[in-house]
């Protein structure tokens, strides 16, 4: 990312995604199988209920958290098997991550400005040099205001907008955000989402958000629904269509699904490249 606009947004793909957490003698699989291509400078939603596997993903295509199996490409790089140096290289300089709850992102009593130099001096100097100074930054992002303001005098809505300015700092081609408007009222969500918005087009950066709120991924453009770790039907401003597994499973949208209750049969209908789905009667 410099001044005008460098960051190309990193393209995104999983295959058979699948992650396992093992607790004692318990599996829990939070992650079974996910398909899913992301176009560079796209952004989008990443909904679905508590417990469906959203914030899994996330931290997969982040690197944090290891696939049990399948793989996850950033950009040119499958980084299922990447070893941990070159994922925290890719964090360091590629990737922007915000996790869920503002203040995990910051230094506490520091300032956004402090907050903002401290992740642009982690940068290598060659890299500093590439990506938009840390006051520079806080301007362009409508921040400038607040960049002398400690951390702790500043509103949750403030709070998220400056996490999201330090995890652009590195110039990344992909943020990856949990939940970056939960706990917000509808005023600082939109002030939240609207950054978002400036982040994409002036940077062209990759987003991807993770959230509850059907609102958000209204607003985001493209809807990725997670249902029991798997990606389910998909959604662009105002219609609806599934999304077939590998498994050659399809989760259909919730609308139809509240009537078609499982073990509905289903008959399947060609008509020429169409098929078309209909309820058996028998
Ligand atoms: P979401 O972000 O959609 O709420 P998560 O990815 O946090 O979903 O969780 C998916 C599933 O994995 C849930 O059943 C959750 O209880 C479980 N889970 C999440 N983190 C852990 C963990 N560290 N250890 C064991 N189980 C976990
Ligand atoms: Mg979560």
Redesign the pocket.
């Known amino acids: 990312m410099t001044a005008d606009r460098a960051s190309d947004g990193l393209a995104v793909r999983c295959e058979e995604l699948v992650h396992i ?1 093992r ?1 004692g003698d318990l599996d ?1 699989v ?2 079974r199988g996910v398909d899913l291509v992301v176009e560079p400078g796209e952004k989008v939603a990443l909904l ?10 996330l ?1 997969m295509l982040g690197g944090l958290i290891p696939p049990s199996a399948g793989q996850v490409w950033v950009g040119d790089e499958e980084i299922g098997g990447m070893p941990e140096r070159a994922l925290l290289r890719m964090r360091a300089q590629r990737v922007g991550l915000v996790l869920q709850g503002a203040a995990r992102n910051l230094l506490p009593y520091a300032t956004p400005a402090d907050n903002v130099r401290f992740a642009h001096r982690s940068l290598p100097k060659f890299r500093r040099r590439e990506v938009m100074q840390p006051l520079e930054l806080l301007d362009a992002l409508g921040l400038g205001a607040v960049a002398d303001t400690p951390v702790p005098c500043l509103s949750g809505g403030e709070q998220q907008r400056v996490a999201l300015a330090v995890a652009v700092a590195n110039g990344p081609g992909l943020i990856l955000a ?1 939940e970056p408007t939960s706990q917000l009222d509808h005023p600082a969500r939109d002030a939240v989402l609207d950054l978002i918005d400036v982040v994409n087009e002036r940077f062209g950066t990759t987003v991807i958000v ?1 959230t509850h709120d059907p609102e958000v991924g209204e607003r985001l453009g493209r809807t990725v629904t ?1 249902r029991y ?1 798997r990606v389910g039907q998909e959604g662009r401003s105002g219609e609806q269509f599934a999304v077939v597994g590998k498994d050659g499973s399809v989760h259909l949208p919730d609308d139809i699904l509240a009537d078609w209750l499982p073990g509905t049969r289903v008959v399947v209908e060609r008509d020429g490249v169409d098929l078309r789905l209909r309820r058996s009667e028998s």
């Open positions: 957490y607790t829990v939070a992650v679905g209920p508590s417990g469906s596997g959203k914030s899994t993903l931290g949990d993770v997670m770790g």
